[in-house]
């Protein structure tokens, strides 16, 4: 069983930067694939970022050269610098774990940490 903690939301102006940061416990780290999710009021939970167990990476279109996703399988974190931010940015972020290649559906995701908000103003 693995437990998720997510930590670095907060609000920032557009354009600004945030970092969002999952902290893992429990199961092996190194061998599961990462990703963050984001949702928002009255939308569905879509992905974000994915990243397999040795630092392969895959992205959203919509957020494709402005977030980047890291994972130190040492410190068991995954991390998400988020830079240029949007006001559509603005949803729950979710990371999100499975022992298996990434995944972009999140009902593929085994386990999931509680959300921090993330808020962009214009």
């Known amino acids: 069983q693995v437990q998720l903690a997510e930590s670095g939301g907060g609000l920032v102006q557009a354009g600004g930067s945030l970092r969002l940061s999952c902290a893992a416990s429990?199961?092996?780290?190194?061998?599961?694939?990462m990703g963050w999710f984001r949702q928002a009021p009255g939308k569905e939970r879509e992905f974000v970022a994915g990243i397999t167990w040795n630092g392969g990476t895959v992205y959203a279109d919509s957020v494709k050269g402005r977030f980047t996703i890291s994972r130190s399988n040492a410190k068991n974190t995954v991390s998400l610098q988020m830079n240029s931010l949007k006001p559509e940015d603005t949803a729950v972020y979710y990371c999100a774990a499975r022992s298996s290649f990434v995944a972009i559906t999140s009902t593929r995701y085994d386990y999931w940490g509680q959300g921090t908000q993330v808020t962009v103003s214009s």
């Open positions: 429990g199961g092996t780290f190194s061998s599961y694939a």
